[in-house]
């Protein structure tokens, strides 16, 4: 719609241009009806450049049949990678009329190498599996070129419509048989591009040194692009990040969030990376550049007491009681996040308080996932064959059913 506007306004100043030289007699001009037709051209030249300086800006806004969670957290080895992984699977199983898409924002490629089944081997090149996403510019960063390509100059806002966002997407059925038909992956150059020795990674695309409001521009025309598609077809989109890095890829993916989930291991340190994170988050809303809020925390590998949940884990949204220890870390780090509610109440209207009772029709903030054991790192190697154990896949089940709700607004009744 903007891109739209844009054009209209320059018909329209053509026209007036146009109104300018009517009365102008070429052959004999007075000084007035030439100081009028300058005028009226630089006013034009000046709205050219202002029309093609805003066809490069996008504001944040959220699409009905797009929903995008990115799970961050500026603490790294808390789980993001892992449980993107089986959200990925399980969300994709389970409503196969749903296409889910995984974007890899990650310098390290982890969860790329997992949904490829290649997390067990180390390739010190870009052959093999991996080699065909670069291959078939199903990155990130193959999109936003193609993207920013077609924002460049000062008349930008009179090419086409931007590229389509699937012709960047990975099928993983293509190499991973047992994968779900509607589960797509998008990878990024990053993980090569960080590799001295891997072949041609000073020729790919890269994101390094592309300004913010750049990075911005291609979060938010990738959400619209997808939700451009079918419109039978909804799309849920989980975004990995790493951790303790603000980089580019970080960026686009904070920017690209409707959700945030933050996964949280049961330690008060992780509140002062969160701290870092949210304020971060503020300037992004404060530019209009993203829509994001924390909607969910889950504690991760919990050490388990009783399968049988307390008073005191319910409260925070545990289905199982975990050590005394344990529980005290939670507890504290559920209160740091009060304090931090009262600084970012934009970014986490969602949170309730720590004590405050699980009433009908209404989601809560905390989850938890138990330790995963044996099982957990043979999914890693085979993830599309092995499973879970009950009572791990039961945890797992639980923060789909969150992010479930959380994409389709419906309310969850306990």
């Known amino acids: 719609r903007p891109l739209l506007d844009a054009r209209l306004g320059v018909l329209l100043l053509l026209f007036l241009l146009a109104l300018g030289l009517a ?103 870009n052959d093999g599996a991996e080699g065909w996403l670069v291959a078939g510019g199903n990155t990130i960063e193959h999109y936003a070129a193609a993207l920013l390509r077609t924002r460049s100059g000062p008349f930008a806002f009179l090419r086409h419509r931007a590229p389509d966002v699937r012709a960047h997407l990975y099928s993983l059925k293509d190499s991973q048989p047992s994968a779900p038909a509607n589960l797509y992956l998008m990878s990024s150059c990053a993980q090569w591009s960080h590799r001295s020795n891997s072949r041609g990674a000073s020729a790919l695309p890269t994101l390094d040194g592309v300004d913010a409001n750049a990075v911005a521009v291609v979060a938010q025309v990738l959400r619209a692009s997808l939700a451009s598609g079918e419109e039978d077809c909804s799309w849920i989109v989980l975004v990995d990040t790493d951790g303790g890095v603000l980089h580019e890829l970080t960026k686009l993916a904070l920017c690209v969030a409707d959700s945030v989930i933050v996964p949280a291991n049961a330690d008060t340190a992780d509140a002062r990376r969160l701290h870092v994170m949210l304020r971060y988050m503020a300037e992004l809303h404060a530019k209009g550049n993203s829509t994001g809020t924390i909607d969910l925390c889950f504690f991760t590998a919990l050490k388990v007491k009783a399968n049988e949940p307390t008073e005191k884990s319910e409260a925070l949204g545990l289905g199982f009681a975990v050590l005394d220890d344990v529980w005290s870390e939670m507890g504290k780090l559920a209160s740091q996040f009060d304090e931090l509610r009262a600084e970012f109440p934009q970014l986490l209207a969602r949170l309730e308080p720590v004590d405050a009772k699980r009433t009908k029709g209404r989601g809560h903030f905390f989850a938890g996932i138990r330790h995963g054991g044996v099982t957990l790192q043979r999914m890693k190697d085979r993830p599309y064959s092995t499973e879970l154990s009950d009572a791990v896949r039961g945890d797992f089940d639980e923060l789909c059913k969150r992010i479930d709700q959380l994409a389709s607004a419906k309310e969850l009744t306990y």
């Open 23 to 125: 009365p102008l007699d070429l052959a004999m001009p007075t000084p007035m009806e030439l100081l009028v037709t300058l005028a009226l051209g630089v006013l034009l030249f000046l709205a050219l450049l202002v029309l093609g300086r805003a066809s490069r800006r996008a504001r944040a806004r959220r699409h009905e049949r797009v929903c995008v969670f990115t799970f961050a957290n500026h603490k790294g080895g808390v789980g993001k990678t892992t449980s993107a992984l089986f959200v990925a699977r399980r969300l994709a199983a389970e409503d196969p009329a749903r296409k889910v898409l995984v974007i890899d924002c990650s310098i390290y490629g982890d969860l790329t190498r997992l949904l490829l089944g290649t997390a067990s081997t180390f390739a010190s090149n």
